[in-house]
């Protein structure tokens, strides 16, 4: 089993900045896996944001492109979103992801962009 505990969410403005945090723990197993964030907005279905491979891949949804980056401690298996030029349009709830073994989501930190 794996625990993924979630921290950054919040309310920006337009154009401003947010980090969220996700530290995975319990039997992060095996070694090689990926974590990375999804999003929900309201009515709509979840979607891949970003993902890190514990081998050093990074895979980033277009729309966030140029704008949020992904980093990883391995060491930690902790993984970061930072989200730089938010827009309205990422408004969403964020989930961490951890696969590997098994697949296991995060409770969801809401981000919420507006003026």
């Known amino acids: 089993q794996v625990q993924l505990v979630e921290s950054g969410g919040g309310l920006v403005q337009p154009g401003g900045s947010l980090r969220l945090s996700c530290a995975a723990s319990g039997r992060i197993m095996p070694s090689i896996n990926v974590m990375g964030w999804y999003r929900q907005a309201p009515g709509k279905q979840r979607e891949l944001v970003a993902t890190?491979?514990?081998?050093?891949?990074?895979n980033y949804a277009d729309s966030v492109k140029g704008r949020f980056t992904i980093s990883r401690d391995n060491a930690k298996n902790t993984v970061f979103l930072q989200m730089n030029s938010l827009k309205p349009e990422d408004t969403a709830v964020y989930y961490c992801?951890?696969?590997?073994?098994?697949?296991?989501w995060g409770q969801g930190t809401q981000v919420t962009v507006s003026s």
């Open positions: 992801k951890f696969q590997g073994s098994g697949v296991y």
């Open positions: 890190f491979g514990s081998l050093g891949s990074t």
